[in-house]
């Protein structure tokens, strides 16, 4: 099942419509939840084999934007980390994650901040990807996708300043990894 923002109905009808065309025409069950923001995966719990996992959301780029934030209560397996789900991306035991997490947890050791992860959500290994300087969000969900377990496709960075991607590179060393290519003047507008 699909969750999606009861708000995108109201500020983005185009898109909802369109989803909500596809969702019927593939027979995709979906479901509309109640939240202060469209973006539901930043705050979901993580799911893995029919087990949810809560986390503490408390995005520091919604600090100036309260009324943004949807308040999601613990579950029964809760990470006592502060996380956001658009900085987890995950295929079996592997996971995708950028190095903001150590920050947001600053008074954690990395080790204990990677046991923690490894052992609530049945991890055995986890890539951390550097972080773009511009990026306030720094969010793996628009850096990577797994294609297959040992096979990823990313933003092709090599635009990007040398260090992020010899950084990058040397984080993805032990996959294959395919590259989507932007325009010069598309990077420029969008960074």
Request: with cysteine; glycine share 2%; proline share 3%.
């Amino acid at each position: 099942m699909i969750a999606i923002s009861t708000l995108l109905s109201l500020k983005h009808k185009r898109i909802y419509q369109n989803l909500v065309q596809n969702f019927a025409k593939f027979n995709i069950a979906f479901k509309e939840i109640l939240s202060n923001d469209i973006w539901l995966r930043d705050f979901m719990p993580l799911v893995y084999k029919n087990t949810a996992t809560s986390y503490t959301y408390d995005p520091d780029y919604l600090k100036n934007y309260p009324h943004l934030k949807t308040a999601i209560k613990p579950l029964k397996n809760h990470l006592n980390l502060i996380l956001d789900g658009g900085n987890f991306i995950r295929k079996h035991d592997i996971a995708f994650m950028c190095e903001k997490i150590f920050s947001q947890n600053s008074t954690l050791s990395k080790e204990n901040i990677v046991q923690t992860l490894k052992q609530s959500l049945n991890l055995k290994h986890i890539v951390f990807l550097p972080r773009l300087a511009y990026d306030r969000y720094a969010h793996s969900d628009s850096m990577i996708r797994f294609i297959s377990k040992n096979h990823v496709l990313i933003n092709d960075f090599s635009l990007e300043n040398a260090q992020f991607f010899e950084k990058l590179n040397t984080a993805l060393k032990d996959f294959k990894v395919t590259k989507m290519s932007y325009s010069k003047e598309f990077m420029q507008k969008y960074k």
